[in-house]
């Protein structure tokens, strides 16, 4: 019997933290106005490609200018969550 991992687990497992972004961005039709776009992803920190991507996608694709990314970062699995066995201890 095949198991499957999910992607989620298998980017953790690579490394990927989960990253949001608070994305604020003026409006097309009101440029004074602010608006406010949350964006969440795993991401490999400090360089965020999947988040460059994104943003990248936003300038050159999109009408409403970015204003500021603010971004929180956190991995979920951490090396020293990881530990080799070296044995099995029985427990009567």
């Known amino acids: 019997m095949a198991t499957t991992v999910s992607r989620d687990f ?37 360089h965020f490609p999947e988040l460059r991507g994104f943003l990248d996608y936003w300038t050159r694709e999109l009408d409403g200018p970015l204003h500021s990314v603010r971004v929180a970062h956190h991995n979920l699995i951490k090396p020293s969550e990881w530990q080799a066995v070296d044995g099995i201890i029985s427990l009567h």
């Open 10 to 46: 298998e980017l953790q497992l690579k490394g990927y933290g989960l990253t949001t972004a608070e994305i604020h961005y003026h409006m097309p039709d009101h440029p004074s106005l602010l608006q406010l776009y949350i964006w969440q992803e795993y991401d490999l920190a400090p």
